[in-house]
């Protein structure tokens, strides 16, 4: 499911449980709801509240983790392009061709990744399916140095399409560990429970029906950051394209 999918499910799950707490207050025997009981529900309410706290805590702080890892990996992948640009128009004029093509690969790819509908195959997808450094290493074992100067630009060449090679496997590996959903389902458990116990002991009156839901909309939202930021190169928070734009600002002339 979406990240905006599971999301609204947690919205849901937060509002049917402050909603099914405010219609257990009139069911309730009155001694159920005495100043004892209320004492001892905020006292578990307050145990569980802070699991959830801290768990949420954690997983924004890992999110963004992996989010600014993403776009230190996206930027590091456009410094290592322009320094390829520069040493491959040292070579000569028989780069040219491998020039071309690496300035409409990178432009192809920043339009699949940032710019095209998720039904087209963007995102991490096109990550994975992207043959440009495979296409790229090809042409360039087709060049025969000249002299010294080529072949040591060459061999230059060859170690940083090897380091944007590693880079690439390294920004698919960092994709490959999605939240466990068994995870999210105890976190909207805790959550919900957290709510009922809120309406257990609320007045019925529109203010706060209003915060409740302020309030559940506010921990869903977080729960959507979490899990968008878990997945930077999909969704609708993306890692930033801006270095490879630089990039392609830059190359090719």
């Avoid at 116990?197 to 302020?214: D, E, H, I, K, Q």
Wanted: proline share 4%; aromatic share 6%.
């Amino acid at each position: 499911m979406s990240s905006i999918t599971i999301s609204l499910i947690i919205l849901l799950c937060l509002s049917a449980g402050f909603l099914l707490g405010m219609w257990l207050q009139h069911r309730l025997p009155d001694h159920h709801l005495s100043k004892e009981s209320q004492d001892t529900v905020k006292l578990g309410t307050g145990m569980v509240a802070t699991m959830s706290a801290l768990i949420l805590g954690l997983l924004v702080s890992s999110a963004k983790s992996s989010f600014d890892a993403m776009n230190l990996a996206i930027a590091q992948s456009g410094a290592r392009i322009i320094q390829l640009d520069h040493y491959l128009a040292e070579y000569g004029p028989l780069s040219r061709p491998i020039r071309d093509q690496l300035k409409t690969s990178v432009a192809q790819q920043v339009d699949k990744v940032w710019h095209t509908s998720a039904a087209g195959g963007s995102g991490l997808r096109a990550v994975e399916k992207s043959t440009t450094l495979l296409d790229m290493q090809a042409s360039l074992r087709a060049l025969v140095p000249q002299n010294e100067r080529q072949k040591s630009g060459l061999s230059q060449i060859q170690q940083i399409c090897s380091e944007m090679w590693q880079n690439r496997l390294l920004i698919l590996e960092q994709q490959q560990q999605p939240l466990t959903p068994v995870f999210i389902v105890l976190l909207a458990f805790w959550l919900a429970m957290l709510f009922l116990s809120f309406g257990l002991f609320a007045p019925r009156n529109a203010t706060v029906f209003a915060v409740l839901l302020v309030c559940a909309v506010s921990v869903s939202s977080a729960v959507f950051l979490i899990l968008e930021m878990s997945h930077p190169l999909d969704g609708f928070i993306k890692a930033s394209e801006a270095p490879l734009l630089k990039a392609l600002e830059l190359i090719g002339h």
